[in-house]
């Protein structure tokens, strides 16, 4: 069974740029979670959807934005990128509130 | 919001020794995960331990939610267990909260 696939893997973008990272889930995974992880704050919640609707936002601008599609694939967006966006993007996949979540490999920005 | 604490932060370690990982939250929570996070970044699943002790090979865990801790035993270590290990907590609303991790170094 395919785990969770995160595209790309590594992207170089220029200050005030946007970008579009895309998460495919665990086939029969309706749950799809968004994480950053930087040297300085470490791992921290983005948000949440589930059946294309998001349940759950953590504490980041408004510059940082996702969907969730009908076949449960989501894409996070950041507009106007900072240096200080510079991270490891996370995608976690789970059945559902409450369930073991797996994660994909990651997409690595850079912003510079 | 809930404290999750790991500890010790770093953690040295011969090929061959036992060391035991420690997790701790500051409420009540419905789930708990351990990862450990591979040199290309993945978080890869250990145990999914809301409550009470699994086992994986050299790998074990055991949850006392009642008293709010997780421990993670690693016996009979390998340079492969080298990285950095994550302790995840969830409460109701549905996000992981991470600890800010154990990093373990196996020296061969």
């Known amino acids: 069974k395919a785990g969770v696939t995160q595209t790309p893997r590594y992207l170089i973008k220029t200050r005030g740029q946007q970008v579009t990272l895309s998460c495919s889930p665990i086939?029969?995974?309706?749950?799809v979670s968004w994480y950053q992880q930087t040297p300085g704050q470490g791992l921290q919640f983005l948000f949440e959807y589930f059946s294309e609707t998001q349940r759950n936002k953590g504490n980041f601008p408004g510059r940082f934005s996702g969907r969730q599609f009908s076949n449960s694939r989501s894409e996070m967006n950041v507009s106007t990128l900072e240096l200080g966006d510079s991270a490891l993007y996370l995608c976690a996949s789970s059945k559902g509130t409450n369930t073991e979540a797996f994660f994909g490999q990651g997409t690595r920005l850079t912003v510079v | 919001g809930i404290q999750v604490e790991q500890s010790p932060p770093d953690l040295i370690l011969q090929e061959g020794a036992n060391s035991t990982l420690r997790c701790n939250f500051s409420?009540?929570?419905?789930?708990l995960q351990w990862f450990h996070q591979n040199p290309w970044g993945q978080l890869i699943n250990l145990f999914y331990i809301p409550s009470g002790t699994k086992q994986n090979g050299r790998l074990s865990a055991t949850t006392v939610a009642t008293e709010r801790y997780s421990l993670l035993y690693i016996s009979s270590s390998q340079t492969t267990d080298s990285g950095v290990y994550f302790c995840?907590?969830?409460?109701?609303?549905?996000?992981?909260?991470f600890g800010k991790g154990t990093k373990l170094s196996v020296k061969p």
């Open positions: 409420d009540s929570v419905n789930n």
């Open positions: 086939s029969g995974h309706r749950s």
């Open positions: 995840a907590v969830m409460r109701s609303q549905g996000n992981l909260i």
